[in-house]
């Protein structure tokens, strides 16, 4: 799977962020001082930028919903209920 950037790997957009779970985490090397200074606090949730963390092993991540796209989601699922409570 390839992710989307804007920055061409130079940590910048975070537009690739993903997470990884606690116990693959050993598999990737700590994160450098700009993947730091750009997600801060995340870093503690799990987060990594996936142009930035170099793997050693195998590592399976999660990529967050993009946060426009749960917005329209949210919304076509709001109409869908207020639709459907119409209807009885």
């Known amino acids: 799977m390839t ?4 920055c061409s790997g130079k940590a910048s957009c975070l537009m690739c962020k993903v997470t ?3 116990q693959e985490a050993a ?3 700590p994160p450098g001082e700009a993947e730091g200074r750009k997600l801060g606090s995340l870093l503690d949730q799990g987060f990594r930028l ?13 990529v967050p919903e993009d946060p426009l ?7 076509l699922e709001a ?7 119409r209807l009885w």
Request: charged share 30%.
């Open 3 to 6: 992710l989307p950037t804007r």
């Open 69 to 75: 796209k749960a917005a329209v989601r949210r919304r």
């Open 50 to 62: 996936a142009c930035q963390a170099a793997v050693k092993g195998t590592v399976t991540v999660s």
């Open 79 to 85: 109409a869908r209920s207020a639709e459907e409570d």
């Open 27 to 29: 598999q990737l090397a």
């Open 20 to 22: 990884v779970d606690e």
